[in-house]
């Protein structure tokens, strides 16, 4: 089945400690997005990438750092120096479709204790 | 910059009708879309209106008039699985497709 994966689903880490999310996609789409939702809130846009070995910082990339060196995969790191990382992370990618669709992974809540 | 305003919660019955409102400040609008999201889960795209009118699929149709910076969402014979979170989304001017801004997002609650 084609689709989104992210691993883990739940994720806690002591504070001060990086931490990488996984995100791999079997779709064959170029783009690919993290996204950081907090309780009751929107999607904010943290980094995308619209091509292998390219990526641009999205709204809210301070404390995050990624890498694009395979089409199927996105990892994001949540640095220490990013104040608040406690949050619901949601990988996405599109198919550059007409519709501009965004396909979704099922997310990770990262809970930094 | 660009916003899109939703209504933060809707409720209603069964069976009923309920629009999602949301109404936007950017210049070049290149559309709206729209994303269902269940508490927890990931958001799955419902629909998408490049230009002014209704699109209708099933019982979810989408509405947008560019002249009036606003769109909507609309559920008709609402059911219990309906309930769930509901974000419009739009391409940031400059960008074409490359990246989505997501709306505040309304919580929709279905009852019995």
Redesign the interface.
């Known amino acids: 089945d084609g689709g989104i994966t992210q691993s883990p689903k739940y994720l806690f880490r002591k504070e001060g400690q990086n931490v990488t999310l996984s995100c791999e996609q079997n779709l064959n789409h170029d ?1 690919m ?1 993290w ?1 950081r939702q907090d309780p ?6 943290i980094y ?1 990438s ?1 091509i292998v070995n390219d990526f641009q910082k ?1 709204d809210i990339a301070e404390g995050y750092s990624v890498s694009r060196e395979k089409k199927e995969s996105f990892p994001l790191t949540v640095t220490s120096a990013q104040k608040n990382p406690t949050a619901f992370y ?1 990988c ?1 990618s ?1 198919s ?1 479709g ?10 990770t809540r990262l809970t930094v204790l | 910059g660009q916003s899109l305003e939703q209504p933060s919660e809707v409720t209603a019955v069964e069976g009923a009708i309920v629009q999602i409102n949301c109404t936007y400040q950017t210049s070049g609008f290149y559309g709206l879309s729209w994303y269902q999201q269940h508490d927890g889960g990931a958001p799955t795209f419902l629909s998408y209106n490049a230009l002014d009118g209704l699109e209708e699929t099933g019982r979810f149709s989408s509405f947008l008039s560019r002249s009036d910076s606003y769109g909507y969402l609309l559920l008709q014979e609402l059911q219990m699985k309906d309930s769930a979170s509901y974000f419009c989304a739009s391409p940031p001017r400059g960008t074409g497709f490359q990246k989505l801004v997501f709306g505040t997002g309304t919580r929709l609650l279905v009852s019995p």
């Not at chain 1, 009751?40 to 846009?45: I, V, Y």
């Open positions: 783009a997005y996204y009751g809130q929107g999607l904010r846009l995308y619209q999205g949601l996405a599109r550059g007409t519709n501009n669709e965004q396909f979704f992974g099922p997310g």
